[in-house]
Each structure stands twice: as C-alpha cells, then as structure tokens.
C-alpha cells in the first residue's frame, strides 16, 4: 500500500511540474506552483517514513571492478 501512495505522489509531482510549463495564466501557475510545493513536503515526509520502515527499494551500489 506504501508505495502505491508513493507512486500516486511521483505521478502528481510530475502532472503539476507539467501544468506549471504549460499553463500561461500567471494565477494559474501560482496556484500549480503551490500544489507543486506542497507535493514535494509530502514526497519528503513519505520518503523519509518509508525508509524508516525499510519499505523504499534502495538502488544497488555501484562498483568499479574492472579496474
């Protein structure tokens, strides 16, 4: 269930960055510039619970061995 809502959260983040680049009406920018912001405090918070709860898929460590 976590990382439904984490996806939901990904999917708005990416749908009001859009509207912020396409919309042309100053109030209307605002408005998905604070949605916008609003999301990125609660990606925050979602991310920071779900590591703390070992639920976040960490991206496997890179080595270089070839060298």
């Not at 809502?5 to 510039?33: D, G, P, V, Y």
């Not at 912001?37 to 976040?56: A, T």
Request: charged share 15%.
């Amino acid at each position: 269930m976590f990382r439904i809502i984490l996806s939901m959260t990904q999917t708005a983040l990416s749908l009001h960055t859009k509207a912020i680049n396409i919309c042309t009406n100053n109030f209307l920018r605002n408005m998905f510039t604070d949605f916008l912001n609003e999301e990125i405090e609660i990606y925050n918070l979602l991310l920071e619970y779900g590591e703390s709860k070992n639920w976040v898929y960490s991206a496997p460590n890179y080595s270089n061995s070839s060298t």
